[in-house]
C-alpha cells in the first residue's frame, strides 16, 4: 500500500515538475541534472559528474547503454550508465553527442 501510494505520488511530481524529453524516440517525464547547472539556492551533493536524467523504472525499462536520449532545452545525449536506485527511480547517466 505505501509503495503504491510512492509511485503515486512520484507520477505526480514528474508530471508537474518533470522535463519533458525522449529515449530513442519514446516521450518520457524525468529530472534533467548537470553538475555544472547547480542551483543558486541550495545544493544537490552527488558523486555523478556527468548529466543524468532520472525516469521513473517504468519509463527506464528497456533503457541501454547508447540509447539516446533528448532533453528539451537542454540538448542530445548518449546513455553510458544505467542506474536504479531500488526506489522505484532509475538514473541514466549522460553523455553529450
Known amino acids: 500500500m505505501f509503495r503504491d501510494l510512492m509511485a503515486d505520488v512520484d ?7 518533470g522535463d519533458a524529453g525522449t529515449v530513442d524516440g519514446r516521450p518520457v517525464q524525468g529530472m534533467f541534472a548537470a ?3 547547480q542551483p543558486a539556492l541550495g545544493k544537490l551533493n ?4 556527468e548529466p543524468h536524467y532520472v525516469l521513473l523504472d517504468a519509463d527506464a525499462a528497456g533503457v541501454l547503454k547508447n540509447s539516446v536520449v533528448t532533453v528539451d532545452g ?3 545525449f548518449s546513455v553510458v550508465g544505467v542506474e536504479p536506485d531500488g526506489s522505484g527511480l532509475t ?3 549522460l553523455r553529450a553527442k
Do not use: N
Not at 507520477?11 to 515538475?17: G, I, M, P, Q, R
Not at 552527488?46 to 559528474?49: M, Q
Open 35 to 37: 553538475p555544472w547547472l
Open 91 to 93: 538514473t541514466l547517466v
Open 46 to 49: 552527488t558523486a555523478i559528474r
Open 11 to 17: 507520477t505526480t511530481v514528474f508530471d508537474a515538475l
Open 74 to 76: 537542454q540538448g542530445v
